[in-house]
């Protein structure tokens, strides 16, 4: 049995693949992982360059199925996975060779059940293989409280027991990685960290995250999907501020400025509408939230200062930001 499966969901990336590819086969613990790639209906080349690294490799695991998006690829390939720890990876990101090495020791020493590190936000340069790098180093969280409030929510940076997986991540949805970390925090017993940064996390122009409609909105569906999770699971009212804040910070920060790149005017404004009627429906009193509070810096002012008129004047000016 392996003691890491490394889950790679493919869909159209021929451009990438191959050095996303190398860099698995290449760690320091090869004899001891499985990469489980799984080609999510892809109709470029990326068939015959996964076929090619299956033929040379033996610990790549190669799956096909019909196209189902990056959460279904992801559910396809954890169903399949027999390592004790689970990781996963986009297959137009690539990683340190001693990574899985790395998170995998880290995990038996301290006794962890989920292992984070740092990474590079990797923005490509018009040379070959040649990247403007920008350092992301988190929070170190002692308790579930500090996830909640302040967790780096993507899947890739992770090494997490696949015992502590009870749920899937999100089919059909945007921003799935967020819905699944908010509810695997209730499983999680012992964090620990790796610190350096191991992971490179490619920017691609045409990739999805970049391209804004209305599905944008699915934020709301994630969000609602996580707080829904902790009142049928009994949980809410232990982590209420923690969630209550994160809430607002991602309806009122981030999702705002992508909602904001949105194209089409109808529905930008709809979001924009759905945004404050979904913060102020679901945490009507959120500017007393006790995190808010104990918070600086200029979010915080923001924040604090946000009402009905300052809402649209951020709106408009986020347009032309």
Same mark, same amino acid.
């Given at each position: 049995?392996?003691?890491?499966?490394?889950?790679?969901?493919?869909?159209?990336?021929?451009?990438?693949?191959?050095?996303?590819?190398?860099?698995?086969?290449?760690?320091?613990?090869?004899?001891?992982?499985?990469?489980?790639?799984?080609?999510d209906g892809?109709?470029?080349?990326?068939?015959?360059?996964?076929?090619?690294?299956?033929?040379?490799?033996?610990?790549?695991?190669y799956l096909?199925?019909?196209?189902?998006?990056?959460?279904?690829?992801?559910?396809?390939?954890?169903?399949?996975?027999?390592?004790?720890? #689970?990781? +996963?990876?986009?297959?137009?990101?690539?990683?340190? /060779?001693?990574?899985? @090495?790395?998170? *995998?020791?880290?995990?038996?020493?301290?006794?962890?059940?989920?292992?984070?590190?740092?990474?590079?936000?990797?923005?490509?340069?018009?040379?070959?293989?040649?990247?403007?790098?920008?350092?992301?180093?988190?929070?170190?969280?002692?308790?579930?409280?500090?996830?909640?409030?302040?967790?780096?929510?993507?899947?890739?940076?992770?090494?997490?027991?696949?015992?502590?997986?009870?749920?899937?991540?999100?089919?059909?949805?945007?921003?799935?990685?967020?819905?699944?970390?908010?509810?695997?925090?209730?499983?999680?017993?012992?964090?620990?960290?790796?610190?350096?940064?191991?992971?490179?996390?490619?920017?691609?122009?045409?990739?999805?995250?970049?391209?804004?409609?209305y599905t944008?909105?699915?934020?709301?569906?994630?969000?609602?999907?996580? #707080?829904? +999770?902790?009142?049928?699971?009994?949980?809410?009212? /232990?982590?209420?501020? @923690?969630?209550? *804040?994160?809430?607002?910070?991602?309806?009122?920060?981030?999702?705002?400025?992508?909602?904001?790149?949105?194209?089409?005017?109808?529905?930008?404004?709809?979001?924009?509408?759905?945004?404050?009627?979904?913060?102020?429906?679901?945490?009507?009193?959120?500017?007393?939230?006790?995190?808010?509070?104990?918070?600086?810096?200029?979010?915080?002012?923001?924040?604090?200062?946000?009402?009905?008129?300052?809402?649209?004047?951020?709106?408009?000016?986020?347009?032309?930001?």
């Open positions: 049995m392996p003691k890491v499966s490394v889950i790679v969901p493919v869909y159209n990336v021929e451009q990438y693949l191959e050095k996303c590819l190398n860099s698995l086969v290449g760690q320091t613990i090869a004899d001891d992982i499985e990469i489980i790639v799984v080609n892809s109709t470029d080349g990326s068939h015959d360059i996964i076929k090619e690294f299956e033929e040379k490799h033996s610990n790549i695991i096909r199925k019909e196209n189902g998006g990056l959460s279904d690829a992801r559910n396809y390939g954890l169903k399949r996975a027999t390592g004790d720890y #689970i990781a +996963f990876l986009d297959s137009d990101d690539f990683v340190d /060779e001693t990574l899985y @090495e790395k998170l *995998y020791n880290k995990a038996i020493e301290e006794e962890a059940d989920y292992v984070e590190c740092d990474f590079y936000w990797a923005y490509p340069k018009r040379k070959k293989d040649k990247y403007k790098l920008k350092l992301d180093k988190g929070i170190r969280y002692e308790n579930k409280e500090e996830m909640i409030s302040h967790g780096r929510v993507c899947a890739w940076n992770k090494l997490i027991k696949k015992d502590i997986i009870t749920e899937e991540f999100p089919k059909g949805l945007k921003f799935e990685d967020i819905e699944f970390f908010y509810k695997l925090v209730p499983n999680i017993n012992k964090v620990a960290f790796v610190e350096e940064p191991l992971i490179y996390y490619v920017q691609r122009s045409n990739s999805l995250i970049n391209k804004q409609d944008t909105g699915q934020i709301f569906n994630v969000l609602n999907n996580s #707080i829904d +999770f902790y009142e049928k699971e009994g949980l809410f009212e /232990e982590y209420k501020d @923690e969630l209550g *804040y994160i809430y607002t910070k991602l309806l009122f920060c981030s999702s705002l400025k992508r909602i904001a790149k949105v194209k089409d005017r109808v529905a930008r404004e709809r979001l924009f509408y759905e945004t404050w009627q979904n913060v102020n429906t679901r945490f009507p009193n959120w500017k007393k939230n006790p995190i808010l509070k104990k918070e600086k810096g200029l979010k915080k002012v923001y924040l604090m200062h946000l009402n009905k008129y300052v809402f649209k004047l951020t709106c408009f000016i986020l347009r032309f930001i």
